[in-house]
Each structure stands twice: as structure tokens, then as C-alpha cells.
């Protein structure tokens, strides 16, 4: 079935430094993916939706200068954290579109980010 | 517009006793639903999903999701849980461009 890899599974960081988290869909093109957050014990929260090619679409109140999203090729995609803080520390999840007869999505294995 | 509402936050089974977590669905069309299961620092793997064909859904693991219209419900079972099946589990309805996800409801199994 269509996967995509998340990488790194997990990673800590110190305070103002930058983060990049990958996605690659391995068996499929992702023409679009999402990527989300997730609190302790609570549900997923769309950050913001890439297309390849173009620029991502943010969701409100999510900082685009913050979450940088690059999407240049249809099987990969990447969130780095800028200047990250301890409030950024959270699980990133992204999430690849499937077209045609597979329609639905498919999700990444998650990202623990930890910020010291 | 769409939204997904899951009635339990938690539900505690027996090993071996049936499994039902509720969800109710508001769509201003015919929607598409999945359940999702996420396991502690996990991805979300697709359990079942419904996209207008045969109203009962079977999945893996032995779940199932009977879609209702008239009751605006996708609730999922199962028969007879199992130990590993302790896990948060996500209704989510498809929205024009994305997913709406529910609040979570979390399956506690006791032995």
C-alpha cells in the first residue's frame, strides 16, 4: 500500500535553533500533503496543506515564517521549525493525499520534537 | 460545513468483550468517513473508510463502521476486543480539502 516515511522518528533541540522534519512517499507521487500537530492527548491540528510546486497554504494562526514548508518534488516534502522554542516542542505528523480508487490519506509514522 | 463528533473521550473494555466507539458526523453532503487508530508516538493507520458504497464497512483487525444516514452515525466495533487494541482512535470526515478530525477516543483493554 502507499507509505509514506517520516523522518527523524524523533530529535531534541536546543532554543533557537532550526529543525527540519521529512516526508517521502514511497511507492506514490503526493502531489498534495498536510502536515499537522498533535498535543499530549489530544486530537491532530492541520498546520498547513502543501501542493508540489507551489507555495503552502497555512491554516490560520499557524506562523508561515515559523513552519517553513517545502514541497518541491512529488515525493518529498519538508517542515523545518525555525529558531525553535520549547513551545514548539510537539508531535509533527504529515500526511499524503490519495487519488483515484486508493482515495483517502495515508500518514507518517510522527516526529517527537523535544526543544531544551 | 463538516464536523465530526466523538461521544466518548474513553472507553474501558474486557479482553474478549465487544467494542463500540461513537461517532456522529454533520455534513452538508455526502460525506467520506475513516477511522483512524494511533498508537502511543504513532502515525495514524487507516482502519476503515466509507465513500458512499456498501453502508456496513468492514476493516482490518476485525472492526467494522456501519454508516447511517438517517442517524448521522459511523459508529465503529468490534466482536471481541483484544489486548492490542489499546490505542486512541480518530473518526475523521473528509471536508472539501481536508480532513476534520474528531476529539479522539481512547480504548483501555483490561485483561
Known amino acids: 500500500g502507499a507509505v509514506v516515511s517520516q523522518h527523524p522518528s524523533w530529535v531534541i533541540c536546543k532554543s533557537g535553533t532550526s529543525v527540519k522534519i521529512e516526508c517521502r512517499s514511497l511507492d506514490f507521487q503526493a502531489t498534495t500533503m498536510f502536515w499537522y500537530r498533535q498535543f499530549p492527548k489530544q486530537s491532530l491540528m492541520l498546520m498547513a496543506t502543501s501542493n508540489e510546486g507551489s507555495k503552502a497554504t497555512y491554516e490560520q494562526g499557524v506562523e508561515k515564517d515559523k513552519f517553513l514548508i517545502n514541497h518541491a518534488s512529488l515525493t518529498l516534502s519538508t517542515l523545518t521549525v525555525t529558531s525553535a522554542h520549547p513551545e514548539d516542542s510537539s508531535f509533527y505528523i504529515c500526511?499524503?493525499?490519495?487519488?483515484?480508487?486508493?482515495?483517502?490519506?495515508?500518514f507518517g509514522s510522527g516526529t517527537r520534537l523535544t526543544v531544551v | 460545513a463538516q464536523s465530526v463528533t466523538q461521544l466518548d473521550s474513553h472507553v474501558s473494555v474486557s479482553e474478549g468483550t465487544p467494542v463500540l466507539l461513537r461517532c456522529n458526523y454533520s455534513?452538508?453532503?455526502?460525506?467520506?468517513l475513516f477511522w483512524y487508530v494511533q498508537h502511543p508516538n504513532k502515525g495514524l493507520q487507516l482502519l476503515l473508510k466509507y465513500t458512499s458504497a456498501a453502508t456496513l464497512v468492514k476493516g482490518i483487525n476485525g472492526f467494522e463502521a456501519e454508516f447511517k444516514k438517517s442517524e448521522t452515525s459511523f459508529h465503529l466495533t468490534k466482536p471481541s476486543a483484544h489486548m492490542s487494541d489499546a490505542a486512541e482512535y480518530f473518526c475523521v470526515v473528509s471536508g472539501t480539502d481536508k480532513l476534520i478530525f474528531g476529539t479522539g477516543t481512547r480504548l483501555q483493554v483490561f485483561p
Open positions: 455534513s452538508s453532503y455526502s460525506p467520506s
Open positions: 500526511s499524503a493525499l490519495l487519488g483515484g480508487s486508493n482515495y483517502g490519506y495515508t
